[in-house]
């Protein structure tokens, strides 16, 4: 695994914990992970899970 995957695979598992452990919008949780943009990052995010951040909070959040 390269670097960049590894760097990206840690982001996109931070923002996957805190799509499902907080309230932050997608743009917030976006910036904190890293990612430039929200857009930049729905397209990784949904390339590594199948599904879009939102998509993704919706079906695996437990509130």
Not at 13 to 31: F, G, H, K, R
Not at 34 to 55: D, N, Y
């Amino acid at each position: 695994m390269s670097v960049n995957s590894y760097i990206k695979k840690k982001r996109i598992e931070l923002s996957q914990t805190l799509l499902l452990n907080s309230d932050d919008n997608i743009d917030d949780i976006a910036v904190r992970c890293g990612f430039v943009s929200r857009s930049f990052f729905t397209t990784a995010f949904t390339r590594e899970c199948g599904a879009s951040p939102l998509k993704f909070r919706e079906a695996n959040r437990k509130d």
